[in-house]
């Protein structure tokens, strides 16, 4: 499945964090959903249609999609020089398939900063720099192996290799760096960390939530120049919210004027961070969303469900959540004459309900 690990500084607020999104009361109690490992979970992406769908099609259950969030602990300064967790924790990152970077923005004097004071563009500076030192490193190693090669691919990777040595050295983040086609494809065997998306978590005091603080505008100034998103969670508020049942849970949020746990906001940006959309089987036993690239076509949706469903595909039938709403069941829009037939060149849309037709 597809993962987001979840880096940052010590102290910043990562566990905190990580144990909220893997321990919700609410949410395990309904969805089988749990910590794989410990620095491991698999968390639900909240997805209110699920409950739109279940008010006409009586189910069993209701299954949301779900997300692999890892919690990569262990970066200081010089890890890219081998210390602290060093080379482990920059092989952890390498596997994950975008990165939440918490950044420590809310003041306590009982939580001591490892640099002294709270600074978040000082802590996302100190982070960045050891991801690209060592991209930088990867990068000089597979030079000094290819440089002599005359092959033509091993000439194009050179260039590519080249251009992005440059940009790390003017400290440019590459994940949004103008590279063609051809130069993204002859990098991506390198597993570079700066290729890869950041959504920004500001950990911020409950009192922060709402608004901006000085920190927190300076952090989103910066990632709206590396167009990358920022989500505000306060990791106090949001580790009560985790221990609470579902009715605690709701008159707490109603009391803090918030209108839901921040990290639906922050699932729902990774799922969208990592280009993703869901569809919808509905049916008697269960209610799922299933996760698919955003532009896959019918057949490789129908592959997340089976393999075999991808390589017998035959069809799909294909209803949307208004056409449900407006029709009140399958039956009808059946009979309205509604239900779209979709081969194999179909693109999904996010929030289809498809039923697949195949061979087997
Ligand atoms: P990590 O080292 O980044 O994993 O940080 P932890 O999650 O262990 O948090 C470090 C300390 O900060 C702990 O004592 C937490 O209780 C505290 N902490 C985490 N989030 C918040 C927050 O939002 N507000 C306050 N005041 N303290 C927090």
């Known amino acids: ?51 739109r769908i279940q008010r006409f099609i009586p189910t069993e259950k209701v299954i949301p999609a779900a997300l692999e969030i890892v919690d990569i602990a262990g970066l200081v300064r010089g890890a890219s020089k081998g210390e602290g967790l060093g080379n482990q924790f920059l092989a952890n990152i390498r596997q994950v398939d975008a990165i939440l970077h918490v950044v420590r923005c809310f003041q306590d004097e009982d939580v001591v900063h490892v640099d002294g004071g709270v600074d978040a563009m000082r802590d996302v500076e100190t982070i960045e720099t050891e991801l690209m030192l060592a991209d930088m490193d990867t990068l000089e190693k597979r030079m000094k192996r290819i440089g002599k090669m005359t092959d033509a691919e091993s ?8 251009k992005a040595m440059g940009m790390l050295n003017e400290s440019q983040w590459l994940a949004h760096a103008d590279f063609t086609e051809r130069e993204r494809e002859a990098l991506m065997p390198l597993f570079l960390l700066s290729m890869k998306e950041i959504l920004y978590i500001a950990n911020v005091h409950e009192d922060d939530l709402g608004g901006e603080n000085e920190q927190v505008a300076k952090l989103r100034a910066h990632a709206s120049e590396a167009q990358a998103g920022v989500v505000l969670i306060s990791g106090k508020i949001e580790s009560e919210l985790a221990d609470m049942d579902a009715e605690e849970a709701r008159e707490f949020l109603h009391d ?3 209108e839901e746990p921040g990290l639906d906001a922050l699932t729902r940006e990774t799922y969208r961070l990592l280009g993703l959309h869901s569809y919808f089987t509905a049916g008697k036993k269960e209610i799922r969303a299933w996760t698919v690239r955003v532009g896959a076509k019918a057949p490789e949706a129908a592959g997340v469900i089976h393999s075999d469903f991808e390589r017998g595909f035959i069809r799909a039938e294909v209803f949307t959540l208004d056409e449900l709403e407006t029709h009140e069941s399958e039956a009808e829009i059946r009979n309205q004459g509604l239900m779209r037939q979709e081969g194999k060149e179909y693109v999904v849309k996010d929030g289809d309900i498809m039923h697949f037709k195949f061979n087997v």
Do not use: E, H, W
């Open 1 to 51: 499945g597809l993962s987001a690990g979840i880096v940052g500084l010590p102290n910043v607020g990562k566990s905190t964090i990580f144990n909220a999104l893997t321990s919700g009361k609410a949410q395990s109690a309904n969805y089988p959903f749990c910590t794989i490992d410990p620095n491991v979970g698999v968390v639900p992406v909240p997805d209110p249609r699920l409950g």
């Open 256 to 258: 803090l004027g918030m």
């Open 155 to 162: 000439k194009t990777q050179m260039a590519a290799m080249n």
